[in-house]
Nanobody, 112 residues
Framework: QVQLVESGGGLVQPGGSLTLSCAAS????????MSWYRQAPGKERELVAR????????NYADSVKGRFTISRDNAKNTVYLQMISLKPEDTAVYYC?????WGQGTQVTVSS
């Protein structure tokens, strides 16, 4: 059974940091391209970051470049999203994704 379980969301002040984790199971993780998406209220879901199978190719949305870092640990079947210098506009539900599979999402709220 395929599972993607996100964790690490929460409430943080502007300028703060959070690291999201996504624990994967039920498929060959090391061979899967992994992505993080987010969806803010009233907006469409958007791609935030993507990482290749071998961790040597990463892509980011323009809005998060220089502030977010995606990484993976194939030994732990886990993908991470490190977020720094958070802004109120980063507030959204963040989802882990591979192919057509999605996690349940974790809420990130940036507010003072």
């Amino acid at each position: 059974q395929v599972q993607l379980v996100e964790s690490g969301g929460g409430l943080v002040q502007p300028g703060g940091s959070l690291t999201l984790s996504c624990a994967a199971s039920g498929f060959p993780f090391s061979r899967a391209v992994m992505s993080w998406y987010r969806q803010a209220p009233g907006k469409e879901r958007e791609l935030v970051a993507r990482i290749s199978t071998s961790d040597n190719n990463r892509n980011y949305a323009d809005s998060v470049k220089g502030r977010f870092t995606i990484s993976r640990d194939n030994a732990k079947n886990t993908v991470y999203l490190q977020m720094i210098s958070l802004k109120p506009e980063d507030t959204a539900v963040y989802y882990c994704n591979t192919a057509a599979m999605w996690g349940q999402g974790t809420q990130v709220t940036v507010s003072s």
